[in-house]
Nanobody, 123 residues
Framework: QVQLVESGGGLVQAGGSLRLSCAAS????????MGWFRQAPGKEQEFVAA????????DYADSVKGRFAISRDNTKNMVSLEMNSLKPEDTAVYFC????????????????WGQGTQVTVSS
């Protein structure tokens, strides 16, 4: 079956950096757009970033542009999210997801989801 397993979360001070990774199995990885979403306590899930199957196009939420970078390695079935200049408001559970759509921002366009990894940014 399809599995998406996130790793790399943790506790970091404001201004610091973290790199999240997502290992995919059980799907044709290079046929899927990969995305990152996050959900903070008491808030709705929100789009963070997405990358097309070929990495020819990338999209970011305005709140993370210039600070986060998404990348993928189709030879390793991995997608990563490099997070720099972290802020307390970036605190959330981060999820990776896979979609057969082009480069969607809406969660309902993603067919497969990981279990999430916690990112906590202290002030």
């Amino acid at each position: 079956q399809v599995q998406l397993v996130e790793s790399g979360g943790g506790l970091v001070q404001a201004g610091g950096s973290l790199r999240l990774s997502c290992a995919a199995s059980g799907l044709s990885f290079d046929s899927h757009c990969m995305g990152w979403f996050r959900q903070a306590p008491g808030k709705e899930q929100e789009f963070v970033a997405a990358i097309t199957w070929s990495a020819s196009a990338i999209d970011y939420a305005d709140s993370v542009k210039g600070r986060f970078a998404i990348s993928r390695d189709n030879t390793k079935n991995m997608v990563s999210l490099e997070m720099n200049s972290l802020k307390p408001e970036d605190t959330a559970v981060y999820f990776c997801a896979a979609s057969t759509w082009g480069l969607p921002q809406r969660a309902y366009h993603y067919e497969y989801w990981g279990q999430g990894t916690q990112v906590t940014v202290s002030s």
